[in-house]
């Protein structure tokens, strides 16, 4: 962001409140999804033991933390990027039965992020996951699930201005879904962000579907790993992928901000194809893939909502490390100081 735009900014909030603002946000928002989707709140690990699939691989080419475990001879360990795999196999472990899922707070490294008032090297985000139906891994029960977490984010929207009045609700009454094929074949001379931009901004808040997957320009519109999401398989409308972002229109940064990244999990045939057509094949034989592969992992949804991105947007922040601590580059500190901006 530049230095002329932050200087037209000023934050709603005091630091003392903000802090404040942030409790009320992760209170609320957790008390309302874990009653909308019936989860349970469980413990989550920091680090896992490299070398078992579990960890997720985000885009494929993220390099996680690691480090040596003395008292196990060494063995290596690396800082989770993100829960989606580690969810699905305590939702066996748990022996958790059809309809009810989990969730967890969080907390990974991400030392290959670039740096942005919207991305830093710390991540915190609701991780959550829940055990459906095989005739559950539809487009629809996707999108009924898409509702019920945008109508946390409403009721949390609501809370905030009972009490910060300032800050007046934004969000429209309806989210608005939207295959990423159809938003390709409207906006066929803009770039993926750009086609999201325009989006998020007709419509205020919007859940782009199919995420993954080669469009019809030959291109995804956006990376994601082949081990979780289920970006392949094809719906009764023709269109393939059965996960999407949700997006909202963000107008202290006047562009599309993702708050959320979910789909219906890979069955084994969908594992198999996705990680075929990657050309990771070899990852049939890691703990998570074969074990899922021989069918003795429960059929799932789940998903990341991102906390520090969901107090930007409903604080109204213009910098992700006015709600999170976080490490930042010297130039990037005085700037946002010199723009009357703490950056905590």
Known sequence: METAELTQYKSLLGRLDTEE???????????????NLNLVKISSPLAIVDGTGINDDLNGI????????????????VVVHSLAKWKRWQ????????????????????????????????????????????EERSIDYL??????????????????????????PILPEELTFIHSEDLLAEYPDLSAKERETVAAKK??????????????????????????????????DGKKGLNGDILVWNPILQQ????????????????????????SQAREGLLFHK????GKLPESIGGGIGQS??????????????????????????KCQNAGIFLM
Not at 154 to 166: A, G, H, N, R, S
Not at 291 to 294: D, N, V
Not at 309 to 334: D, S, Y
Request: proline share 5%; with cysteine.
């Open 143 to 168: 999108k009924k699930t898409v509702t019920k977490i945008y109508q946390s984010i409403k009721t949390t929207e609501l809370e905030v201005f009972e009490q910060y009045p300032d800050i007046t």
């Open 21 to 35: 603002a942030i409790e009320l946000v992760k209170t609320t928002f957790l008390k309302s999804l874990r009653r």
């Open 291 to 294: 074990t899922l592969l021989e």
């Open 62 to 77: 993220e390099r996680p933390v690691g480090f040596p475990i003395k008292n196990q001879s060494e063995k290596k360990a």
């Open 203 to 236: 419509y205020g808040a919007v859940f782009l579907i199919g995420i993954g997957g080669k469009l019809a320009n030959g291109e995804p519109h956006d990376g994601r790993a082949p081990d979780y999401d289920d970006w392949t398989t094809e719906s009764e």
């Open 309 to 334: 991105r969901l107090c930007m947007f409903l604080l109204r922040k213009t910098h992700i490390g006015e709600v999170q601590t976080g490490i930042w580059p010297a130039e990037e500190v005085e």
């Open 91 to 134: 939702l066996a472990a748990l022996e958790i039965s059809a309809g009810k899922g989990i969730i967890t707070d969080m907390r990974a490294l991400r030392p290959d992020e670039d740096y942005s008032p919207i991305h830093s090297l710390y991540v915190d985000q609701w991780d959550w996951e829940k055990h459906i139906k095989p």
């Open 256 to 279: 599309a901000f993702e708050i959320s990244s979910m789909g219906v999990r890979v069955d084994a045939k969908a594992l198999k194809h996705q990680l075929q057509i990657t050309d």
